[in-house]
Every structure is written in C-alpha cells, then in structure tokens.
C-alpha cells in the first residue's frame, strides 16, 4: 500500500481498489461501480440521515430523474447555473422527442413544479420532503472517486415554510441533523457562508460545510441553502395564509453526497487502509479464531460469540478462510474493521476473548461475560477516531493576519473585505479561493489583501 | 371510494390518490413521484428482497444508469428487443456527445461489459450480484401507476455459472426466493415458461411469474431467465476451468418491479381501502385513543402500550389528531394498517386493549399482556389475507378442453401444441395471449385448437 503522506492522491486510489469500495474501469469516464463493501458504507450512510430526517419531520420521497426542459428553465439564474453540465434526453426509441428531457442535475425544477399541487393553506406549511437518489454532472473536469463524478448518490432535503424567520429556522434544524451525522462519522468541518458568486444558483445564500483533506485541499461535504421566494415566484409555490391572504412561500434545501465516503476515507484512513466508524462499517466485529489442537471447540466458540454479538444488533463475522491469521488480521484492518476477536486455545479455556482496536497498537483480554459492554469498544474505536480527525483539522487549520502567510499549506483564516477584487488577489498568490465568511463568527478585523474592515473568513484550494 | 367490482380501474386510480402512495401529475407521461407512504412499502419490500438475496449468496451492487450505444449493440438480439423503448441521451452540457448514451432499460449490458474484469477463475464462480434500481421504458402504450411506467423501480440479480448444469440451479434458487417474497406478499402466482417468441430478448428461455388480477387480466410480476452461454460470447465471460482451458460461463437472471405493489394494491384491497400484509405496512399497528374524562390518563396508557410494542419491533403511532374515533378508523382502514388498538375508559381500567383486525369485522378484548403476542395476530391478518388471495386465485383460474369456453373472463389453463398458429386462433378469438406451458408440469393432452399433443399452458389477457 502507497504511503498516506507520500501521495495522497495515489493512496486514495489504491485503499478504494484494495478495499473494493467501488470500480471505475466502466466505460464511461466518471461513472463508476458501486462494489458491494462500498455501497453498505453508503447505505449505512444513508440510514443514518433517513432516521435523522424522520426526527426532524421531514418525510422520504422520490421524483422522477427526468426534468423537461421548460420546467428547467423556469428558474433562470438555475438553469444558467447547470446549463454547461447537463445531460440531455432528446430521442425516445428512435424518433426525437418533442422537448428535450435533462437528467436532474438537482431536483428543484422537478420538485417545485408538484408543490403547488400540494401545498395550498398554511396548514399545509412547514412541508418538507428529502430525497436519496443519483443525480448528473456532465462534468470536464478530471474525475475522481467519490470526489467527482458524473453519477452523485446524492441526498437532497427541500423545505416550505410561511415566512423567512420560519425558513431560518429550518436552517438551524440543518444544523442539527449535519452535528448528528458529523459525529457518527468523526469528522469535524468548517461552516462557510459562500461569497455570493459561488452560491448556489437561485438561492439568496449558501452555507458550506468545509473538511480540510490530505492533499492540502478542502473538500466541500455538504451545504445547506436559504432560497427565500425566489424560486417560489418563479415557480408560483402560494398559499393562503390565516388572514386569507395568497401568500409565497419562504425556501430551504440541504445537500449531501457520496463525498462524505471520500472524508472518510481520506481523513480516517492509515497506511494500514481503512479505519471506519463502527456505525457505518459494514462489519463491526471480526473473529478470527486461531489455529490449534482443538479447533473444532474454538470454532464452536467462535460461533457462540458471534450470536451474542448478533444478539446485540452487532454487525459480526467469523473469518474461518484457509489463511494464516496474520494475513486476515491484515486483510480486515486494511477493510477498516473497527473490532477484532481473537480466539485461540488460551481464549477457549479461559473463556475470555482477546480485543484488538483497529485504533489501537495493544490487544485486551476481556472475559466472556465482556462481550456485553462490546458498545463500550466500538465507542472507544469512534473517540479515538475522532480525537485523530480534530487533531488533523487543527494541524490542517491555520489563523493568518499577513498576505506573506497566506500560501501556507493549510485551511487559512483570515479577516476579509469581501471583495471580489481580494479574493481574487489571494487567489492569484495561493491558488486558494474564498471558502467565505466563517458561520456565526461576528469577530471583524482588517482585510489581509485591502486593509478595510472584514469578518473572519476561510479559504482554501479546493477538492 | 369507487366499488372495486364495479370499476376495478377506477377504484385501482382512486385508492393510489386516497392512500398517497404515488402522484401522477408530475408533468412527464408515465414517470410518477413516489410519495412517502407508497415509498415505504416499496422500501419494505426491498428490505425483503436484500435479506433473501444476501441468504443466498448475492451481493448488493449499483451500475450507472447510462450505457453507451456500442456497449448495448454488443448483442443484437438483446438490444432489438428495446430499440423502440430508449431513452437516448445524446447532449452533454450544450455540445453533442461522440457517442449516444441510453438510459438503461435494464443492465445486461452494463454489469456484463464489468464481468470479464472480475470472473477470471472457475474460484470466482459461481458469481451472484443484484442491484435495486430505476429502470427507463419510452413505453408508447396506455401507462398505469405501478403497472406500466416510464421509470420503473426494479431488482435484478445476475449470476455466471462454470456450466449450464448449475446455472439451472441458480433458477431453482431464485423461485426460493420468489416463494418466501410471495409468502410475505401473500400473492399466489403461476410460473409459465415463455414462448420463444415472447422470452427476454437473448435468452435461452424466461419462466414468468403471472398473477390473476381484478378486471380480468393477469400481471407479469416477476421473470427469471437462463442465458445460457449467449451473453457470454458476446461480451467475452470467460473462465480458467480446473484444467487450465478458456470457458464460457452460464447466466442466469431474475427481475421483480413495482408491479408487486400493484398486485398487493389489486388483489388484497377491498371497497375500505388497502389491505397490506404486515411485513409490507408503514404503520403495523395503530393505536386510537378514544376520548373521554380520564384521556390524559389514556394517552398516558397509549403510550405504554406503544413503548412494548416498539420494544417487539413493530412499527406503531398512536393517533393523536383532532378527529372522531370513527373517522381515524376510516381512514387507517383506507391505509391498510394491520391492526388497530382502541383504548378508552373501559381499557385503562381493565388494563386492556381491543383489537381490531383488517381482515375481520369481530372486535377482539385483551389483557395488557396479550400485547407479547402480537405477532400472533399480525400473522392471523395475513394468513386471512393468504386465504381471501388463494381464493381468488381459484375463482379466476380455470381449465377447459374445449375452444369455446376460451372467452371466460378468467386466467384459463389448457392444452396447446406450442405453435404460433393456434396461439393467434386463441388470441383472435379472446384477446388472451399465451402466457406459456405451466412450469414443472408434465401432463399432456390434446390441443385445444389443433387437437395434436399439447402441454398444460396458461392463456390470458394481460395487463
């Protein structure tokens, strides 16, 4: 395996092939294979914010992949914004059709034409509704893994409410929902209101959810958007409010991808392979049961283990391969297992078991009766996880107050203007561009490019 | 709500709308939004599926949607079959692409242009994979929600064998699962091997699973196809064997779609509403406070009861909503919930609550710690579903020996030749086509048209 910090770039490559997380030899440039180990992580992923979504009221549907092109375009800035990137339906069978059908590169234009059908009164309001389904990006640029792609497993929310306090209020509930799921994965993240020429197309602004990653480059992992009325004008998305007055409707949606795999990978990740949060690994507990005279018992054992492990909703298998241990203890820590059972002929007679954390370089004997607090283990795995992430965010994240500094290698943060003119500056130096300003940060000092007064804000090369 | 006898179509249109489970108003043809409810049993169905398919050995994976003209045209066969029902991408952003891309209107050509990276050895057979995803049809004919659409929710297993010889028992496998997913569904089905002229365009033969439904027609609910070595040849599946020489491996495949709803919307629902076996509802049980002078006390005990039954694993709400009983009664009847609880006065007192079954007019008392034996009456719900289904499924299957009893409006099941000439007499006469000789059924007789030696097929109209 490639050394993680010799070449980031070749290491992520090689951890996804080795790991079989997903192929990317189909013949289309940046449609790859989902590979069975790859897609539990993003299904896992996805339980995960199915049952975060219900706990905030918002309710699963699914819309169809097809969006006319005049549904589209209703939406002018939007469509302008995707226009370079979508791909376009025009033949059914072999006769044109009569308008061009784009594949989703987002589901605004197909959504919003269905919410006048369903949202009428203010009874009807919050309404809010996600989705987990792929969307297109006809995308130029180099493809890469779970980072750019051209087929996004891609989780959208898309919120009503009667007034843009109401709205705002959605966007804290966002919040919750992204520090629920950022736990689960350990992975700490910075929240960046986007300047307004990087916002999201249509919307009146968009907070970004930044990681800094190997490579010395942020990955964008999420966002969330306030719309206001914007696309409820356009898309004539009324009801009829206490007073019996029409009234428009006030926008919000939340985005999230299969990226949130890549800052699993790239931040957790060791020169071993993977290292998986236990909720989103596809198994939790290996037991490797060891060699020896009585094998037989072992393996009887081993089985007995493993249904009490099954007993307590644990994700387990016994590796019962003709290998030798040291070549599964290899093979389950590059795949990322967060647990390991060793059973030997000492274990058997002791009934005990030996743990070893995939976090960890020493092994623990626990009797039997152990295996009840086996929570305990996975969520010492998570907390040293996460104790690694937030330290490399911190290594990856630096506070500057000079231009000289800015080319450092890292997440920087830095008093802005909010000039285009500076950033574009700052660009030109580092090649790093405006993540925007820092989140419910009010602290204000002078600009690193201009000297005016600006707001704490970060910047970054991107993914 | 409509009388299901009357006018199954518009009584099948009208419970879609009442119950929310699918929208067709989207502003496409055919391609309809799935709405959360309608979402959840298709969900739950697919948790079926996964479990089943895991059981036996096939792994979850997710090809692209979009499939290059070259990579489709590699079987002819294959690709005539679909021709007319493409959906052709053929722009990228606003510039032509060098090649059209075709939605996939099923994987073949997809997974089989992968297969030769990964099956090298007679180790790496047999090789079982399976995928949960949408499936695009340019369908020119009358659509149906569920029945017939534009984007169809589909599963669809593929496996390479050494040889034919366990290929076939690959088929066998697939009807174990289609026994225990017709078991949970309650849905009673015949297997008919298709005629040649109407199997899966490149296989060597497709065995469909056809259900009578309400207004006189069956429903192709499922298929499972044998491939033989045809696919094979034609994208290069090959295989070192144990003496070191090049083989062809066998395929086999097995597809299931959204028609399982509509078979349960069709066949289990009554003039009420839905009727939804247990392992399929969104909501198993659902508990209707009654109001009354103590009803805090009662929500209190509503509670309770809710706690035990999500501590069985069922998935339950109380109805809180500012409706009569009788309307809520109405309504969860609509919706097709297994089981409702009444709990008022009388019951807190008791300790107690009264059962209402779907399938069963009677009222049923118990004693708070009946609720452990829940599962006893969610299964009595379905086996009165199974019986009510079985019987309909003998009063619309018939056998005639003679060609004038062909009209009945029935599944109808005779002897036939097998030739394309006497199936067009059956078909001219009564609009039913040949569903194919009944599947593991080895009696003769004479054919019902010709009078030369026939086997026992099924012929009906279809939907």
């Known amino acids: 395996m490639e050394n993680k910090k010799n070449d980031f770039s070749e290491w992520y490559n090689e951890i996804i092939d080795t790991a079989k997380l997903s192929d990317k030899r189909y013949n289309i440039k940046g449609m790859n294979v989902w590979l069975p180990y790859g897609l539990k992580i993003m299904h896992s992923i996805d339980s995960l914010l199915r049952e975060y979504s219900e706990e905030h009221g918002i309710e699963e549907v699914s819309f169809p992949v097809l969006i006319s092109r005049e549904q589209l375009e209703v939406e002018f ?4 914004g995707f226009e370079n990137e979508i791909y376009w339906v025009t033949k059914g069978g072999t006769t044109p059709l009569d308008i061009d059908l784009a594949l989703r590169p987002t589901s605004e234009a197909a959504m919003y034409t269905m919410f006048p059908l369903w949202i009428r009164s203010h009874t009807d309001l919050p309404f809010r509704v996600y989705q987990i389904v792929s969307v297109y990006r006809y995308e130029t640029k180099h493809t890469r893994s779970f980072i750019r792609v051209r087929e996004i497993h891609f989780y959208e929310a898309h919120t009503a409410h009667i007034n843009f306090e109401d709205a705002e209020k959605q966007m804290v509930d966002y919040l919750k929902i992204m520090e629920k799921l950022s736990t689960d994965l ?3 993240f910075s929240m960046n209101i986007r300047p307004d020429w990087d916002k999201f197309p249509g919307a009146m602004y968009s907070v970004a959810f930044d990681t800094p990653m190997p490579g010395n480059r942020t990955l964008q992992i999420g966002t969330i958007h306030e719309y206001g009325e914007n696309f409820a004008k356009n898309y004539g998305i009324k009801y009829l409010d206490e007073n019996g007055e029409m009234q428009y409707v006030s926008q919000t949606t939340f985005g999230l991808s299969e990226r949130l795999i890549a800052a699993i990978i790239g931040i957790h990740g060791d020169d071993k392979g993977l290292v998986l949060p236990y909720k989103l690994a596809p198994v939790q507990v290996i037991i490797v049961p060891i060699p020896g005279d009585n094998y037989d ?37 590059m795949k990322g297992v967060p647990l390991r059972l060793e059973i030997g002929k000492r274990e058997l007679q002791e009934q005990s078991v030996t743990i070893s954390l995939r976090t960890e370089k020493k092994k623990t004997k626990a009797k039997f009766e152990e295996i009840d607090h086996i929570y305990d283990y996975l ?9 690694k992430a937030s330290k490399f965010y911190e290594d990856n994240t630096v506070f500057i107050d000079t231009l000289d500094k800015i080319k450092e290698d890292k ?33 204000t000092g002078p600009c690193i490019v201009c000297g005016k007064t600006g707001k704490l804000s970060a910047f970054s090369r991107t993914y």
Chains 1, 2 share one sequence.
């Not at 800035?77 to 302008?80: D, Q, Y």
């Not at 283990?305 to 909703?313: D, F, N, P, T, V």
């Not at 969520?379 to 104790?387: A, K, L, M, R």
């Open 77 to 80: 800035e939007h469509v302008k």
């Open 186 to 188: 350990c992975i700490k």
């Open 297 to 333: 018992e072992i393996l009887e054992y081993s089985e007995t283990i493993k249904s009490k492990l099954s007993g307590l909703g644990v994700r387990c298998q016994i590796d019962n391969r003709d290998y030798t241990p040291g070549y599964k203890f290899n093979d389950w820590e």
């Open 379 to 387: 969520n010492q795995v998570n907390s040293d996880i996460q104790d």
């Open 411 to 443: 997440m920087v943060m830095a008093y802005w203007c909010g000039s285009k003119a500076c950033s574009d500056r700052i660009e030109a130096l580092s090649e790093k561009t405006a993540l925007g300003n820092i989140k419910d940060n009010n602290s």
